[in-house]
């Protein structure tokens, strides 16, 4: 036998090492969208505050966060002081309402902040199932043209907003502008 | 032996005994537990079907498909609220009289390719549906030119001494004599 032979296992080992020590630090609850590059999904549900009939037109003409909430959200709760942050640096938002009763919905805008240039009723949950919603709070990046360029599952914070959306935000702006 | 360790022999023995005993039981109760587990887990939906070839379907579909939330159950088990919602839509969609093939695409373009349990064969999960029986494969490779390789160098090096070898021992041996 050779003798480099001798040192396979040793670099099997420090492969597999390797392989399982990158594996400690991924989220596997965190799946990748499938709809990142295909456009939003067509729909047609009332606004959660009058009622007044919206569709996928309603969103397009400027880069803009579509944020999934629900008053049964705990972690929106969280999120939301953020959002309205956001909101009055000028940052385009807007609500998906998601499996949620309309009177409650009201209530919390109301009460806290409304960040939302519109806010879509999905009671039903039908355009989150569209969207791939498995859970809320979730936030999709899309462009002037309504295509879907970015999904981030869970709670947007300051640091997330930094490190993962603000950038491909201000691109999307710069890029409407040109 | 000393009495002693006789004793301590007979006393091993039957605390392996009764740890076998003891072992029995406890796989037993756990064969029990799963089989009430299976009864337990599956979700209850009342839903009414067509015919039994679409509630086979129906059964089929639901286990093949993921549910994004708790990732380790089928849509079946899970009694997440989106697993209800994904049910409720192979339902409508085995009603519609959509094919097999075009729910699991539905279910693809929106949750990706996550939420198959049988993934499709491709570049990418090549390893995931071979990977397994190669390392098999290889491993029983690996063994049988090893047992072929020690029993030829057995055949020729240890059994049968040399000439050489053979002084040797014998000038040993005498020499131990002396």
Known sequence: MKRWMLLLPLVLFLGMAGLLYRGLYLDPSELPSALIGKPFPEFSLPAVQDGKPLTRADLLGKPALVNVWGTWCVACRVEHPVLTKLAQQG??????????????????????????????NDEAGSLGLNLGVYGAPETFLIDAKGVIRYKHVGVIDETVWREKLAGQYQALVDEGRE | MTRRDDVAAVRASSRASALLQWGRQLAGAALLALGFAGVAQAAIDAYTFKDEAER?????????????????????????????????????????????????????DRYGEFVRYKPELNAHTWLLWFGPAGLLLGGAVLIGVIVVRRRRSGREDADVLSDEERQRLAHLLDKNRE
């Open chain 1, 91 to 120: 940052v385009v938002i807007y609500g998906v309402n998601y499996k949620d009763v309309n009177a409650d919905a009201q209530k919390w805008l109301k009460e806290f902040h409304d960040p939302y240039q519109l806010n879509i």
């Open chain 2, 56 to 108: 086979a379907r129906y059964a089929e579909l639901t286990r093949e498909l993921r549910c994004p939330k708790c990732q380790n159950q089928d849509i079946a088990d899970s009694n997440a609220p989106i697993a209800a919602d994904l049910r409720k839509e192979i339902y409508r969609m085995l009603g519609e009289g959509q094919s097999n093939q075009q729910i699991i695409d539905f279910m693809v």
